[in-house]
């Protein structure tokens, strides 16, 4: 099969790069949250110190301007948002720059104003950082979108064609592909019951064993292979599952959740008539 062998090749190219895509998507951010918010809090303890420094001097000297201007500044600083956060903080900052000489017996210095605005730039660097990773995050889930479509039109235009072709020489191939090709589906709408019936006394693999799945629109029906092994596809709901082979006590399980996507394993136990 070099054909289907190079289709399915191409295949996992396209998952491993719908993965890479996963990847940065489930990616986290919260180192980046994290070192943001502490260089908030720092930049905000001292624009708040530094303008109450200023107000100080203001009201001393009568410049109700000044003072008006940094009670605004900080009014309300900590619900801000972002850049409303930075812009007064950089008014302080021009404040203090300008008052400097003055401010000399207020306890503001230039160390302590280069302090602050080192506080300013880390905070608005961290910020552009994780603007930046949700610009980042926000095209890979349309390039991911996108190469999902790619995979689904792939897999139904080459791959299903091309196993099509193999029906008249390797139908038991074909009939697997066809049943596992009902979960092979990106958006997860089914979930898979399989697993392998076994006598519990002698562990031995059971075949033909009838396996019944009930739910409150009907059921649906399965045998276990020459190796005991079962296996069916199911939409999303709660089932009963019954087993039952003429040799042996019936196995039932009742109330069996499967959600979207889910693979479910229950292996069979069956109990010998004669053990009963």
Same mark, same amino acid.
């Given at each position: ?14 998952l491993?790069?719908? &993965? ?5 998507i ?6 980046i949250?994290?070192?943001? &918010? ?21 009201? /001393? !000297?009568? &410049?109700? !301007?000044?003072? =008006? ?7 309300g600083? @900590?619900?801000?948002? =972002? ?10 900052? =021009? ?6 000489? =003055?401010? /000399?017996?207020?306890?503001? #210095? ?65 009939? @697997? ?9 990106l ?8 697993g392998? /019936? ?13 396996i019944?799945?009930r &739910? ?6 399965? #045998? ?46 069956m109990?010998p008539? #004669?053990?009963?």
């Amino acid at each position: 099969m070099p054909g289907l062998n190079t289709a399915t090749i191409r295949y996992y190219g396209i998952l491993d790069s719908i &993965n890479s895509k996963l990847i940065i998507i489930n990616g986290t951010t919260a180192g980046i949250t994290r070192d943001k &918010n502490k260089a908030r809090t720092l930049m905000q303890n001292d624009a708040i110190k530094i303008a109450d420094r200023i107000m100080g001097y203001a009201g /001393a !000297t009568g &410049n109700n !301007t000044l003072s =008006q201007s940094m009670s605004q500044c900080i009014k309300g600083i @900590e619900k801000a948002s =972002q850049s409303v956060a930075v812009s007064r903080c950089n008014v302080i900052k =021009q404040a203090a720059i300008d008052n400097l000489e =003055q401010l /000399a017996g207020w306890n503001v #210095s230039t160390e302590e104003i280069n302090a602050f605005n080192n506080c300013i730039i880390t905070f608005s660097a961290l910020l552009n950082k994780q603007t930046n990773i949700t610009h980042i995050i926000s095209v890979a889930k349309e390039e991911a979108d996108q190469l999902i479509k790619k995979a689904k039109l792939f897999l139904t235009s080459t791959i299903d064609k091309g196993v099509r072709s193999f029906i008249g020489i390797k139908p038991t191939f074909v009939a @697997e592909y066809k049943k596992s090709r009902r979960i092979i589906d990106l958006g997860h709408r089914h979930t898979q019951f399989k697993g392998i /019936a076994i006598s519990k006394e002698t562990q031995q693999h059971l075949s033909n064993v009838q396996i019944e799945f009930r &739910n409150h629109t009907g059921s649906v029906k399965v #045998s276990s292979d020459q190796t005991g092994k079962y296996r069916e596809v199911l939409s999303p709901d709660v089932y009963d599952m019954i087993a039952t082979h003429p040799d042996f006590q019936p196995f039932i399980i009742e109330g069996i959740k499967i959600l979207p996507g889910e693979i479910k394993i229950e292996n069979i136990e069956m109990i010998p008539l #004669s053990n009963s």
